[in-house]
């Protein structure tokens, strides 16, 4: 019998509507549109639901148009077979939530008269009022999505105003929400119109011209000159020069940043999936981190945005963060409170901005987040500012919004992450938060020099374990995924630390094979989730070191062993009475307490690859999601 799901929401008050997408456009000296669909296909992780393209063609003096529902590679053939073509051009995939994944919901979307093209990231909330108020005028809409509004704003403006700028400074004063947009229209082909709020937007000034993306990764290899536009700015760009400004319309200086990549990080080199080389790039990328950490020194706490004092004076500490970065956060808690002794608060940030809440004195609240952009986290770091709350982030992105808005920052060195699934980032911000909270230790007088030390040959152990782990089990996990795909639901358990870590086990794999899975607390079994164990429900244990917590595994693999569950077991070396009543076991080295979930992550994220990869998922780019959730 086929499994059904039934999915209820509970909504308070209102539905958020969100759509993460990503934009790439140019104006230059070089013909435009295949070098948009070049640039555009690195930011696909971004949204995949529908892509499209506007230029502004050189034969026809129009503005064209070509978009189609799903991947990026369709409107490749499209625009193949279409003659049009022009040194002005935008671009965009999109993630679908306001109107269904159709032709007619992608972008770009244009005016009535098809002289102003526009493609956008973000949501308006507004856009039921505004688009009142331009029915009442007039104007028709041929879309369910939001974004047409902003074309008929703008096109209002500019018919008003016959002023790019006058026209967008307009528009941006009535909208609200994440409003990042680029426009083109036929009047104006030399420029192109910009906004950024809320949804990030970078320009790339090189030779040939200008590089508008939602993230450099897209023209890393054309430049790395990047101006970053300011929160809530509009820009007027031309093939040689960028003009920005507020919302009031004063001019805004043009500082650019140096960001350096590596071309290499945006190919997939001989691997077959983006997961699967961030999966296996996780030793180096630990290591990297803490060489990077090792050299900080005292400028630690400085970009921390703290003094030495206020390090050794802190009262506790707050975590937070959505999906894999808050199970992160989780696992962080047990090192802060355990090593650096330091009362430790995790909150999840979807939820916890609609919370009552009195931010204690004295507490650092660190925001824990990969891209930078997930904006429920950049929301509830506004918020904990509002009650002056101290606030740092530990990220993978130095030019991200959260560096920008927190009061310091340390990074994670685990290098662009492409694929959906965060694997390496995980594994380092793991690395990130034990790191601190040694520091932390070694700063308040709890550990000495040669401790602190210790922690970072610990960390670089464990990422050897994790690398050779997996070597050791790849032919065995290639052998198993198999039996564990024919499953629709798997149950991950875990104590103490290892718990948040079964929450990220059941996390990855829900999301790149669509098999549901939960993450459960070992001990609460026994209080109701044990109907779930029979023969259809395979259980994934993680297991611990500490003797006691131990204990209480093998007690609850018993416990499903004696109702016929199929027990498969992440298992450390000696822990023979749990690997004798596993059905299935990888066993893992011995490391230093409270590192367990970091020495299991690479088999971790591997079995669920390789699950994913049995059933021809599109893991890179899992069905629904996107990387950077950039609204609420
Ligand atoms: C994890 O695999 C997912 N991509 C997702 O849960 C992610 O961790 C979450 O959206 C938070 O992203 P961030 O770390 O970039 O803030």
Redesign the pocket.
């Known amino acids: 019998m086929k499994m059904k799901f039934l999915v209820l929401v509970l909504t308070i008050g209102y539905i958020h509507l969100t759509h993460p997408c990503s934009i790439f456009a140019y104006i230059g000296t070089k013909l435009a549109k295949a070098h948009v669909l070049k640039c555009l296909a690195r930011l696909e992780y971004r949204g995949y639901d529908s892509a499209g393209f506007a230029c502004f063609d050189l034969v026809t003096n129009d503005i064209v148009v070509l978009k189609k529902p799903g991947k990026i590679e369709k409107l490749k053939e499209l625009a193949l077979k279409s003659p049009c073509d022009g040194y002005a051009a935008i671009g965009h995939t999109r993630w679908a939530t306001h109107g269904q994944a159709t032709e007619l919901n992608a972008h770009p979307h244009t005016n009535n008269d098809n002289t102003f093209a526009l493609v956008h990231n973000g949501i308006i909330e507004n856009h039921f009022q505004l688009k009142q108020q331009l029915l009442q005028k007039g104007y028709t809409f041929k879309t369910e999505t939001d974004t047409e509004v902003m074309v008929h704003l703008l096109d209002a403006g500019i018919k008003e105003t016959g002023d790019l700028k006058e026209a967008a400074l307009k528009a941006v004063n009535q909208l609200k929400g994440a409003c990042t947009f680029v426009g083109l229209h036929k009047n104006f082909s030399d420029t192109l119109v910009v906004a950024r709020q809320r949804a990030p937007l970078c320009i790339g000034i090189a030779e040939d011209g200008m590089h508008i993306a939602s993230d450099f990764l897209a023209f890393a290899d054309k430049t790395n000159n990047v101006f970053f536009l300011p929160e809530r700015s509009i820009a007027l760009v031309k093939a040689g020069a960028i003009y920005s400004f507020d919302y009031e319309g004063n001019s805004l200086p043009i500082e650019t940043k140096t960001v350096n990549l590596q071309p290499s990080a945006y190919e997939k080199l001989d691997h077959e999936h983006f997961m699967l080389k961030e999966i296996y790039e996780q030793r180096t990328a630990i290591e990297r981190t803490v060489s990077y950490y090792n050299e900080l020194g005292d400028e630690l706490w400085p970009q921390l945005g703290l003094t030495k004092q206020e390090a050794r004076d802190l009262a506790s500490i707050n975590l937070f963060?959505?999906?894999?970065?808050?199970h992160a956060a989780r696992i962080g808690q047990f090192f802060f409170e355990s090593i650096a002794n330091m009362p430790t608060a995790v909150h999840l940030a979807s939820e916890f901005r609609y919370m009552k809440f009195f931010a204690p004195k004295d507490s650092l609240f660190i925001a824990?987040?990969?891209?930078?952009?997930?904006a429920d986290?950049l929301e509830l770091i506004r918020y904990f500012k509002q009650q002056h709350a101290r606030i740092a982030t530990l990220?993978?992105v130095e030019t991200s919004s959260i560096v920008r808005e927190a009061d310091g920052y340390l990074l994670i060195k685990a290098g662009p992450e492409i694929a959906?699934?965060?694997?390496k980032?995980?594994s380092t911000q793991l690395t990130g938060l034990y790191w601190l909270a040694h520091r932390f230790a070694l700063e308040r007088g709890l550990i000495d020099e040669v401790a602190m030390r210790q922690a970072e040959h610990d960390l670089c152990y464990v990422a050897q374990v994790l690398e050779q782990t997996i070597e050791q089990y790849e032919v065995n996990i290639i052998a198993d995924a198999p039996y564990y795909a024919q499953f629709q639901r798997l149950m991950y358990l875990g104590r103490h630390v290892t718990y948040p870590f079964a929450l990220e086990g059941a996390?990855?794999l829900k999301?790149i094979s669509y098999i549901f899975a939960q993450g459960y607390p070992a001990g609460e079994l026994k209080h109701g989730s044990i109907a779930l164990v029979d023969e259809h429900t395979p259980v994934i244990l993680f297991s611990h070191q500490n003797q006691t917590i131990y204990q209480k595994l093998v007690g609850n693999a018993q416990e499903v062993k004696a109702r016929n569950g199929h027990l498969l077991v992440f298992a450390f070396e000696g822990q023979d009475e749990l690997i004798h009543l596993a059905d299935k076991v990888y066993i893992v080295p011995k490391v230093a307490p409270l590192l367990e979930p970091l020495a299991m992550t690479g088999l971790m994220q591997f079995f669920a690859y390789q699950i994913a990869l049995v059933l021809g998922r599109d893991i890179d780019k899992p069905r629904n999601?996107a990387?950077?959730?950039t609204v609420e």
Not at 368 to 374: A, K, M, P, V
């Open positions: 963060g959505c999906g894999t970065s808050w824990i987040s990969q891209s930078g952009e997930t986290t990220t993978n959906v699934a965060s694997t980032a995980f996390l990855k999301e999601l990387k950077a959730v």
